[in-house]
């Protein structure tokens, strides 16, 4: 069985705006190490957004194109994650330095490609072979991102007053976020009755053991989760995805079919 | 026909990485197989990684090559199974050395399991590409391109590529 196209826009949405998101520091990186970095990890989402667009664009058939997709749906049709379309400077709003904070990226980074390495990890056994094949290299790549940002909250979090206090206000503010990945939405529980996707409460546990275990040794606090749960992935987000879609399909909406 | 496919063989093994001039695609990997479909000549082709904004240029260097000798072939993107770096071949391994990058070790089971890098059990030594030392650290998981990282030589104090194992 097939995956319902709308749970690969699910996947392939939350990648490109993590993608978009993680683009912005490319040329502005605290250091010219991570500025590679979160440029490579972009390369590798905006990648997997690709394929599962170019998959979702060949089932959707008619005039659709992995194009159409990315730059000519609204806000409201996109299926990712609240958690992802948030600014990079998070709860600095307000401060002299507000433009972006290296912690928010990464405890943002860190939250989602630990779900990511185990989600991948289902999807590649999924008997929707097209998307198990897409899963089965976008493992290697989100395993590499987890360790990549787990090590950075750990050098955040065990480091200076200044990196520690700034990471747990990362941590406290965009973990309540998080709740929206055990809440399955439609789409996610469709793509669980065709037998291709993944149950995503099966999940928990052992990302809380991947996020337990990280924090501790970051001498950083889990902040408690209770109240509103976000609902990206059915398609109401905040007012940040608005202004992020407007930059990322500005060119492809002036100069529709344009080639070069 | 498969003196079409024996000629198309020997055509491609002309082609090198677009950004590691010093090995040919077959070496890397890339180039899986080379087939006569009903409809004509087939090259498949696997991606790095996902990401990896060489497939483009691969693909026209693919097509041109073949078309420059009078063959049409179809370019197919097959991304399973994936691409690992196991399957560069050992005169590749020694061809990056000699071009100042490390090459990558052969995976091992403990790469599919989710820890991070600080829990790993001690790795096998990256070896400096230039004098060979086994003392080396890493400066940056991530690189000049997807598939490397950056080290140093804490001998020869020379910065390095390292082809991450994947």
């Given at each position: 069985m097939n995956a319902p196209v709308d749970y690969l826009l699910h996947l392939a949405d939350n990648a490109v705006v993590l993608g978009q998101r993680n683009a912005?520091?490319?040329?502005?990186?605290?250091i010219l190490e991570e500025d590679l970095a979160l440029a490579n990890v972009s390369l590798d989402l905006i990648g997997q957004a690709r394929l599962l667009y170019q998959l979702a664009a060949k089932r959707l058939?008619?005039?659709?194109t992995e194009d159409t997709l990315a730059y000519f749906r609204d806000d409201t049709s996109f299926r990712n994650y609240t958690l992802l379309e948030l600014p990079n400077y998070g709860p600095l709003v307000?401060?002299?330095?507000?433009?972006?904070?290296y912690a928010t990226t990464i405890v943002r980074n860190f939250l989602y490609h630990a779900l990511m390495s185990l989600v991948w990890q289902e999807l590649g056994e999924s008997p929707d072979t097209e998307l198990a094949a897409i899963a089965q290299k976008s493992i290697k790549e989100s395993r590499y991102h987890l360790e990549h940002t787990g090590d950075w909250v750990i050098r955040f979090g065990d480091g200076t007053d200044e990196s520690h206090d700034r990471a747990q206000k990362a941590l406290d503010y965009l973990?309540?976020?998080?709740?929206?990945?055990?809440?399955?939405?439609d789409v996610e529980a469709q793509a669980l009755a065709s037998g291709?996707?993944?149950?995503v409460s099966n999940l928990h546990q052992a990302w809380n053991e991947i996020v337990e275990d990280t924090l501790a040794q970051a001498t950083l606090k889990k902040p408690v989760v209770k109240g509103y749960v976000s609902q990206g992935k059915q398609?109401?987000?905040?007012?940040h995805l608005s202004y992020l879609l407007t930059e990322m399909q500005s060119l492809a909406r002036a100069h529709p079919n344009a080639t070069w | 026909m498969s003196a079409t496919i024996d000629k198309a063989w020997d055509l491609l093994e002309e082609l090198t990485d677009p950004?590691?001039?010093?090995?040919t695609l077959r070496e890397l990997g890339i180039l899986r197989d080379i087939r006569q479909s009903p409809s004509g000549l087939e090259v498949v082709i696997t991606p790095?990684?996902?990401?990896?904004?060489?497939m483009g240029q691969i693909e026209d260097d693919v097509r041109q090559t073949l078309e420059s000798a009078g063959l049409q072939a179809t370019v197919i993107t097959q991304l399973s199974p994936p691409w690992t770096?196991?399957?560069?071949t050992e005169d590749a391994k020694q061809k990056l050395r000699a071009y100042g990058i490390a090459p990558p070790h052969t995976t091992d089971s403990?790469?599919?399991?989710?820890?991070?890098s600080r829990n790993?059990?001690?790795?096998?030594p990256i070896a400096c590409?230039?004098?060979?030392?086994?003392r080396t650290s890493v400066?940056?998981?991530?690189?000049?391109?997807?598939?490397k990282a950056l080290y140093k030589c804490l001998d020869c104090r020379e910065p390095f590529d390292y082809f991450k194992p994947y």
């Amino acid at each position: 069985m097939n995956a319902p196209v709308d749970y690969l826009l699910h996947l392939a949405d939350n990648a490109v705006v993590l993608g978009q998101r993680n683009a912005e520091w490319c040329g502005h990186g605290p250091i010219l190490e991570e500025d590679l970095a979160l440029a490579n990890v972009s390369l590798d989402l905006i990648g997997q957004a690709r394929l599962l667009y170019q998959l979702a664009a060949k089932r959707l058939g008619g005039d659709a194109t992995e194009d159409t997709l990315a730059y000519f749906r609204d806000d409201t049709s996109f299926r990712n994650y609240t958690l992802l379309e948030l600014p990079n400077y998070g709860p600095l709003v307000g401060y002299a330095a507000s433009d972006r904070d290296y912690a928010t990226t990464i405890v943002r980074n860190f939250l989602y490609h630990a779900l990511m390495s185990l989600v991948w990890q289902e999807l590649g056994e999924s008997p929707d072979t097209e998307l198990a094949a897409i899963a089965q290299k976008s493992i290697k790549e989100s395993r590499y991102h987890l360790e990549h940002t787990g090590d950075w909250v750990i050098r955040f979090g065990d480091g200076t007053d200044e990196s520690h206090d700034r990471a747990q206000k990362a941590l406290d503010y965009l973990f309540p976020y998080t709740a929206e990945f055990w809440v399955a939405s439609d789409v996610e529980a469709q793509a669980l009755a065709s037998g291709a996707g993944v149950d995503v409460s099966n999940l928990h546990q052992a990302w809380n053991e991947i996020v337990e275990d990280t924090l501790a040794q970051a001498t950083l606090k889990k902040p408690v989760v209770k109240g509103y749960v976000s609902q990206g992935k059915q398609g109401v987000h905040s007012e940040h995805l608005s202004y992020l879609l407007t930059e990322m399909q500005s060119l492809a909406r002036a100069h529709p079919n344009a080639t070069w | 026909m498969s003196a079409t496919i024996d000629k198309a063989w020997d055509l491609l093994e002309e082609l090198t990485d677009p950004e590691i001039p010093v090995v040919t695609l077959r070496e890397l990997g890339i180039l899986r197989d080379i087939r006569q479909s009903p409809s004509g000549l087939e090259v498949v082709i696997t991606p790095t990684y996902s990401g990896c904004p060489a497939m483009g240029q691969i693909e026209d260097d693919v097509r041109q090559t073949l078309e420059s000798a009078g063959l049409q072939a179809t370019v197919i993107t097959q991304l399973s199974p994936p691409w690992t770096t196991d399957w560069i071949t050992e005169d590749a391994k020694q061809k990056l050395r000699a071009y100042g990058i490390a090459p990558p070790h052969t995976t091992d089971s403990s790469v599919n399991t989710i820890h991070l890098s600080r829990n790993k059990p001690s790795s096998q030594p990256i070896a400096c590409p230039h004098c060979c030392s086994n003392r080396t650290s890493v400066i940056s998981q991530f690189g000049s391109t997807s598939c490397k990282a950056l080290y140093k030589c804490l001998d020869c104090r020379e910065p390095f590529d390292y082809f991450k194992p994947y």
